[in-house]
């Protein structure tokens, strides 16, 4: 037996549906249906994605988690049965954010479709952000100023690529690189260019099919109160504007 069809079997009878029912909502036979529960035979991926769009529950969660631990009630639904995101709210229905720390950074990439480890993250209240479904991510490095390492960026869950827009910044949840925090650069076709505010860093391009999530950037929770600096590239553009206004100066003389 395995955990897909112990979760298969616990939705069938949730529903109080026979298998024969369920088969043929499937489109297959009962026979082949039940080689799916019993755990003697794989569901090739069209018929997980089937299963995933009748009980309207990810398949993420199909394979990975026992669903009948997961408060079913409390989960944010998206669309396309995309991953389902654990809500959780104070007593006054606010939705708490779950705050990603530097320690669990690592164990976010497989974590993150887990409830359990969801729950697990320290969770804080912030009402000014308004609806959304948010989460706290820790900031590394000096690639985005003035944002500074130790630094947590909270950012709104965006459902597909096509609510991303050009020129604004994303935490990227990718395969290879983990938690990234980036500008977006230009969104082209199935690839997205991402740079650092810090131009010392080459910008670089991020496949869709290697990311796994994108946060909006609402809103920072630091430490430090430095002053930001003027950025080499500001103190250029000033001395040419000053320059300009000098030469104007002078023709009008």
């Known amino acids: 037996m395995s955990l897909f069809s112990d979760n298969i079997r616990y939705l069938r009878a949730e529903r109080k549906i026979s298998q024969e029912k369920l088969a043929e909502s499937l489109g297959i036979t009962r026979g082949r249906y039940v080689k799916y529960e019993d755990g003697t035979s794989e569901a090739p ?13 990810s398949i993420d969660l199909l394979l990975s ?10 989960l944010l639904k998206l669309e396309d049965n995309r991953l389902l995101l654990p809500i ?11 705050v990603v720390p530097h320690k669990a950074k690592a164990g ?13 993250l320290q969770h804080i209240s912030l009402p000014f952000l308004g609806s959304g479904k948010f989460r706290g991510f820790p900031v590394e490095g000096d690639s985005m100023p003035p944002h500074e390492d130790g630094s947590i960026i909270v950012g709104r869950y965006v459902e597909n690529l096509g609510g991303v827009v050009d020129g604004k910044t994303y935490i990227f949840i990718t395969k290879d690189e983990g938690i990234v925090y980036k500008r977006l650069n230009k969104n082209k076709k199935n690839v997205l260019m991402v740079e650092s505010d810090n131009s010392f860093y080459p910008p670089y391009e991020v496949k869709a099919s290697d990311i796994l999530e994108i946060w909006e950037y609402k809103c920072n929770i ?11 590239t500001e103190s250029v553009k000033e001395m040419f504007l000053e320059l300009k206004r000098e030469i104007n100066e002078l023709k009008n003389r």
């Open 45 to 57: 991926y069209e018929i997980l994605k089937s299963i995933s769009y009748f009980y309207h529950i």
């Open 65 to 74: 988690v026992d669903v009948r631990k997961v408060p079913m009630d409390e």
């Open 88 to 98: 959780t709210v104070d007593k006054y229905g606010e939705s708490f954010i779950e």
């Open 108 to 120: 976010y990439l497989t974590g993150y479709a887990d409830p359990e480890f969801i729950e697990s």
């Open 222 to 232: 630091g430490l430090s109160d430095r002053k930001q600096e003027v950025s080499e």
